[in-house]
């Protein structure tokens, strides 16, 4: 089994490869740099659920609702998800027929609400 250390490296160093591939294909102050984005928000969905993979095979499955890191991954998986097509809209030139800033206010909603609720949910160790 691949340990978290190794896959987030794989991950990070993949991300730098298509951020430098992406600077150099596209222009950086007329563009939105699509490529470095869709693979960071797929790299993040992948990662969001390895997470949830290994959370259901621990025993902190019993009582996960009040793990910060559970709501922490739950709003990035959340916002990932909802932005993602967002994205693909925008890239097929389809943003105006559609009001992106409504979905993006509300995914922004959802990712700090989440958040919020992961900081509620610490509890300081003794």
Same mark, same amino acid.
């Given at each position: 089994?691949?340990?978290?250390? &190794?896959? /987030? @490296?794989?991950? !990070?160093? #993949? ?15 007329? !563009?939105? #740099? ?7 928000? =797929?790299?993040? %969905? =992948?990662?969001?659920?390895?997470? $949830?993979?290994?959370? %259901? &095979?621990?025993? #902190? ?5 009040? @793990?910060?890191?559970?709501?922490? /991954?739950? !709003?990035?998986? /959340?916002?990932?998800? !909802?932005? %993602?097509?967002? @994205? =693909?809209? =925008? ?17 922004? %909603?959802?990712? $700090? ?14």
């Amino acid at each position: 089994m691949v340990t978290y250390k &190794k896959a /987030v @490296l794989f991950a !990070g160093l #993949l991300y730098f490869a298509c951020l430098c591939f992406s600077l150099y294909k596209e222009s950086f102050f007329n !563009g939105f #740099l699509n490529v470095n984005v869709f693979t960071g928000t =797929i790299i993040i %969905l =992948i990662l969001v659920v390895v997470y $949830y993979i290994d959370l %259901l &095979k621990s025993r #902190l499955a019993i009582n996960f609702l009040s @793990l910060p890191e559970f709501w922490v /991954v739950t !709003g990035l998986l /959340v916002f990932n998800i !909802g932005y %993602l097509p967002i @994205l =693909i809209l =925008i890239h097929a030139n389809i943003e105006t027929a559609i009001d992106t800033n409504m979905e993006m206010f509300i995914l922004n %909603l959802l990712l $700090y609400g989440s958040f919020i609720k992961a900081f509620l949910c610490y509890k300081p160790q003794n």
